[in-house]
């Protein structure tokens, strides 16, 4: 006995005008529901440096080390290397 699969119709392209007209009723109804309720655009800080990005390749083992102890700690890894390097690279006055 054989196994037969029955192969549906291929999906069309473009969707109907139906299904178009009831998405663009839908995102006019949320438009109107948040209206006056835009949140303003994000600023950075003004006194935030210019930040770059530093890709290093580290041990495994020397990662894991570093994420537990972060983890345990509560801070973030790039918090605690960027005071590492600042410490070993302080500005110069």
Request: charged share 30%; proline share 9%; hydrophobic share 35%.
């Amino acid at each position: 006995m054989s196994k037969t699969v029955s192969i549906g119709k291929r999906p069309s392209a473009r969707p109907s005008v139906e299904a178009v007209d009831k998405w663009m009723e839908s995102q006019a109804s949320k438009a109107e529901d948040t209206e006056g309720q835009v949140a303003p655009p994000a600023t950075p800080k003004a006194d935030a440096p210019k930040m770059k990005r530093l890709t290093i390749d580290i041990p495994d083992s020397l990662h894991r080390r570093v994420k537990s102890r972060c983890g345990q700690d509560g801070l973030r890894m790039a918090d605690v290397i960027r005071n590492l390097l600042e410490e070993r690279f302080p500005a110069q006055s």
